[in-house]
């Protein structure tokens, strides 16, 4: 995440720029890579407990709505992990479901508002449509990227509703949402390094004789 943040800084500050302030790249950024000094620095006992640090570190280091909406997100999903050290595709689901009913009280958006909530409901039903499906972790990420992906280019033809974007009424159609992509690029993250993951673990199994 804080890599793909960092590499996508420009294009989020330019789509910010367009519709809001100019600075949701650069707090994505500085945010997620303070994160990664906080981890540096602790062990994480489960992974609730590593998605809670992210939580409060974003609150604290990155400015504007953002923040305490993706703070919210993680919150929320860690706390639905419990004390599980082990996550499967169905952990998946129900995480990201949190995180979207969490965005949605704190940020009073629904879907069509021109926010994250554009990329993060489509997908967490997508995410838990895979599950129900019987896919496993890399699955049910790889359903929830493509719907993100796809629910934050379709805000483009939408006129903001909530936050700084709303100020400009029908200037802001045409322009897609700076937070339903970084949310997308964030999802887009943890199914590419999912992937990997599982990819280097078949081959260590391929390659052991024993197995």
Known sequence: MAATTAGHKAE?????REIGDGDHGENLARGFHAVLAKLAGTEPA????????????????????????????????GSSLGGATEIDGPMVATALEAARDGVVARGKAEPGDKTMVDALAP?????????????????????????????????????????????LGERSVG???????STAFLLESLAR???????ATDQDHDQDPAG
């Open 12 to 16: 989020l500050t330019r789509l910010d």
């Open 193 to 199: 390094r999912a992937a990997e993951r599982a990819a």
């Open 123 to 167: 997908a967490a039903a997508a995410a838990r449509a895979a599950a129900d499906g019987g896919a496993d972790l890399v699955g049910v990420l790889a359903a929830a990227s493509e719907a993100a992906t796809a629910g934050a280019a379709a805000t483009s033809p939408l006129q903001a509703r909530k936050g700084r974007a709303s100020y």
């Open 175 to 181: 322009h897609v949402d700076p937070g339903a992509r």
């Open 46 to 77: 489960t992974p609730g407990a590593v998605l809670q640090l992210v939580a409060t570190t974003l609150i604290s280091t990155v400015g504007g709505a953002s923040g305490p909406l993706l703070g919210t997100a993680f919150l929320r999903a």
